[in-house]
């Protein structure tokens, strides 16, 4: 047992002390990625690195930043908290001087929390959750917050010449509630009326009730913040009772195609993204042309043209600042006003992005279309 | 210098050199913040993975749910130091002992009120039962208010910063506190295991059954070990909060309390040093194997493969890697010329009762009914001081029934069982094994994996009163109780000539000597009545007639009345004074040794044939 006992010891110290320690090369800028790369939700952050890594790309390709070429420290979170702040730790020793990530709104908060200690810039692709950047001057975000959308709703209808509108939503879920009440103060300010407001929970099955009380307040469109399968019920229950008016949701309902038997149905929808692969700026169709090039696929999952402007918008402001500064990084990236892939970027006082919504709706097949981006 | 102040100076030495080689590491920045990080992660697994071989490894109970108590207590601790005691306006250094100390202790009433109806069940049930437990505590912190809800909890105050504006002086505060905290976790887990209450909980790991019948009160001490192994989590629990600074729920589930379990096999069930190890390689391989991106959850998982493929039983089993052992070994090696002290003999003096002229055991009409089958009825014994009494009867006839109901494994449904003067009706296994019934099994019941002398402390149990409180802190009273039971159960290992056998490995003992180790272990509880079921079963005939001997030994020497179920006639007929016969339930006849050897109902029950089972008995006398 003893031999065995000293071997194990022996194992474990040679394990140790095993790790390598990278070359340190002066004439990079270092810029970490962080984000969960393997696991649950592993496509998500595959889907921002391809992004990221293919900005990196092509900003080493014109020379990269203040005369140095970039490089990029890439780290897996597996998604959870405690190896987001490993992976922290370890690129800071390493000298990087600003961050993209992390992925999921919780590895972000976890790792918010050890950046905003340091001031160190981060910008994060694809967290939602409000607070991610609540009191932290050193984190951004270049992906839309939930009630962005409905502002984003609401500002696309008044366009449209709409002016009395529906609401059908669930008033127990936040992701609802907030895409209500943001779409609601837009529409006030822009003097859309709300004729009906009513709600139901989510996985109900029948939403008859409300949506005759909404067609009786005969509205022009209808705003339904659900998730896709909710929505595929009340598009097929609001043609039974001979509700035929164009229907509004958010990302939510971007899954909805499945769902749907009817497909005709579908071309009553128009619902917000991030990004379409069909966007039609320069800018967009550059980025989905060489990321085909690049990866022999489509940027589909849209948080590769928001981890595509996080480093854009990270290394835009390291040129800005003219150093490696962090404090100064940060005060550049909060100065942004860039055209990005997913549409122009500023930052608001929460350091979340200003920028277009993209709007989408589906032909009769259930193909997605782009129809356009609207600033709200 | 005896040998345990040279254990506790050696231990000592180690943790304070290690303590300090890391505190010099970090100062002088070879322990940068991601490798002191991680090794706050290490600490803190050990703890979770140490105190989780508390219920898994000692007690033997698979816990499914251990995350789920780490969860309770950083919940509790990250909620008191955030909300609560930065609103009364305590300082971190206060509020963090305050909040650490409340995370463990809710945890381990969670987990005594999870342990009440769980521990009723045992192996894969309780299994399931933890598990559910652990999915609970996920889901209702995911829909409470206080805790974030599925958003989590953010912004704990984080120890590597809070305690001083610099950074390195607050991370080596930092590593101080969880360093130590874990060495006292650790020493306190190592003290309990081996004061009175560790051998019970081991002994349940061993043989449940023979512990109730030692008169250890399993059930409490199920509740025991299960408690405070959620403690430790919860402190666990509140170290974590305070280290990342947000929690989720999310991050407590069944993975995780799987992962922990995975450190405990690999460092083998029920070894502590084995989990501190395994945590060690475990946490720091994933990090070490960054590197290699995505092929490090294959190599990680090969590795476990490997290792369990090669190492089924863990890293080191159930030993402990002691630095006292490897000291030992050294002397031994470099001064052989030194004589062991010898050891002072005392003599062995039974200090029991006398219990004169008055039956110490009788039953009344005693009997027992499965449904409709009377497996025993109208049975009417009687054992006197010092006799020795034989049960024999065909296979089948009720003998161990009888002693089931004696020692309360079943509850009779008529007739009642006085000892010394006194009805033991109601009473539980161990309580009756407490009052003065001890008894052997038909197949050996020892408890395999412990030392023959601690086969005996554990039959001491009752007899020492220290609480666990001083078991953790070897007191005076603890250390003084603790040296009187090794001196009893010496001397009662030489009466049987077993005293070189003292620290062999139960199990590892040849066949005779575990049935006496047993017999042994049975009078240690200072019974009134020895039920000796079978004892001679597997022997050949020179250990059967040393075993003749040790019965007689035990009545001169210890004043117990014994009744002796066996087959073996020439044992029953050479040393019982009086033979109880039992057919079918019934006690058919009861006589002197000559007159149940000619009693022609008992040769009939014996073989049905008249003639044959005449000379059958007589073959045997």
New interface residues.
Partial sequence: ??K??VF??L??FV??F???LPVMAEDTIKIAGIGV??GDYAEYGLAVKEGVDLCVKQTNEKGGVLGKKVEIL???TQG???NA??AY??L??EGVVGIVGAVL??ES??LA?MSA?DGMPQITPSST?Y?VTTDRPNVFRTCFLDPFQGNAIAKYMSDQGIKKAAVLYDNATEYSKGLYDAFKARCDELGVEIVAAESAAYGDKDYKTQLTTIANAAPEAVFLPYYGADAAMILAQANEIGLDVKFYGADGIADIVDKVTDKALLTNVVYTDHFSTDADSELAKNFVSSFEAEYGKLPTISFSATGYDAALVLLSAIEAAGSTDKEAIVAAIKATNIDAVSGKITFDDHNDPIKSAFLLTFDDQGVKHYLTQVDP | MNKKTKAILLNLFAVIFLFLTVVILMSTGVLNNYLSNILITVLITIIMTTSLNVTTGLLGQLALGHAGFMAIGGYTSAILTKIVLADLGFSFGLSLPISLIAGGLVAALFGMLIGIPALRLEGDYLAIITLGFGEIIRVVIENMEITGGAAGLTRITRMSRAFSEDRLTSSIVQFAIVFWITVLIIASIFTLGRSRHGRAIISIRENAIAAEATGIPTTRYKLLAFTIAAFFAGIAGGLFAHQTSILDAKAFGFNKSIEYLVMVVLGGMGSITGSIIASFVLVSLPEMLRGLAEYRLVIYSLLLIIMMLFRPSGLLGTAEFSLLTTWEALERFFARIFKREAVTRMPFQPRYDVWEGKPVLETHNLGISFGGLKAAQNINIRLMNNEIVGLIGPNGAGKTTVFNLLTGVYIPTEGDVVLLGKPIQGKITHEIAQNGISRTFQNIRLFRSMSALDNIKVAFHSRMKYSPMSGILRNAQCLSEERGIDIRARELLRVFQMENDADTIAGSLPYGKQRKLEICRALASNPKVLLLDEPAAGMNPSETAELMNTIKLIRDQFSVAILLIEHDMKLVMGICERIYVLNYGQIIAHGKPEEIRSNPEVIAAYLGQEQTAQTEVNQHA
């Fill in positions: 047992m003893k065995r006992t194990s010891l194992l474990a394990l140790l095993s790790v390598s790369l393997s890439w780290e897996d959870t908290a405690p702040i490993n730790n370890k800071l020793d709104s919780g908060k976890a929390e200690d959750a607070d």
